[in-house]
T-cell receptor
Framework: GAVVSQHPSRVICKSGTSVKIECRSL??????MFWYRQFPKQSLMLMAT?????????EQGVEKDKFLINHASLTLSTLTVTSAHPEDSSFYIC?????????????FGDGTRLSIL | ELKVEQNPLFLSMQEGKNYTIYCNYS?????LYWYRQDPGKSLESLFV?????AVKQEGRLMASLDTKARLSTLHITAAVHDLSATYFC???????????????FGKGTKLSVIP
């Protein structure tokens, strides 16, 4: 149980393209979803937290207009990287949690490798 | 601001040896997680530690938590090559501004087990 599906697993596209990444909780309702970014040989950096039906809370330094997050339902959140540039190339990982309380673990997707040429 | 410090960041060890990875954190936390990450992959959950004195073991890995010292350890017993990976600890706590619990990760320990 508690499976999180992230799609696509890999994207290669030209600079200036907008890219959408989907994160779905397959067998539970995810009140809260998280988006992380990981550069090579570094730790995970939280980009934003999203709760179903409300605007995402972005971490300091993360451009809201650049990284659009939508959490339209209890099983789906999307991250859109708008007008992507080579510096946006990274490994993006989503996670989902039942409820906002800490007594539920986060379940991680398999990640999306984004490469901007 | 919560800080999570792991050490060592890099660990090269021979098969059959024992070693410990340390995870210190700066403020009181509700729970602590250990994850494994293989190259190019996402995170795999290993352990969740909920209370002071908690100890959990799975195979050659054992994790413990000392909430008074704000310290968790991941002990590797008789290492094998298959344990080569990056290990992260993460502290779960309520972020007042966000109104929800969030994980703060350590920098990770890259473990290489040499035959």
């Amino acid at each position: 149980g508690a499976v999180v599906s992230q799609h696509p697993s890999r994207v290669i596209c030209k600079s200036g393209t907008s890219v959408k990444i989907e994160c779905r909780s397959l067998d539970f309702q995810a009140t809260t979803m998280f988006w992380y970014r990981q550069f090579p040989k570094q730790s995970l950096m939280l980009m934003a937290t999203s709760n179903e039906g409300s605007k995402a809370t972005y971490e300091q330094g993360v451009e809201k207009d650049k990284f659009l997050i939508n959490h339209a339902s209890l099983t789906l959140s999307t991250l859109t990287v708008t007008s992507a540039h080579p510096e946006d190339s990274s490994f993006y990982i989503c996670s989902a949690r039942r409820g906002a309380r800490g007594n539920q673990p986060q379940h991680f997707g398999d990640g999306t490798r984004l490469s901007i040429l | 601001e919560l800080k999570v410090e792991q050490n060592p960041l890099f660990l090269s060890m021979q098969e059959g040896k024992n070693y410990t990875i340390y995870c210190n954190y700066s403020t009181t936390s509700d729970r602590l997680y250990w994850y494994r990450q293989d190259p190019g992959k996402s995170l795999e959950s290993l352990f969740v530690l909920l209370s002071n004195g908690a100890v959990k073991q799975e195979g050659r890995l054992m994790a413990s938590l000392d909430t008074k010292a704000r310290l968790s350890t991941l002990h590797i017993t008789a290492a094998v090559h298959d344990l080569s990976a990056t290990y992260f600890c993460a502290v779960d706590m309520l972020r007042s501004g966000a109104g929800s619990y969030q994980l703060t990760f350590g920098k990770g320990t890259k473990l290489s087990v040499i035959p």
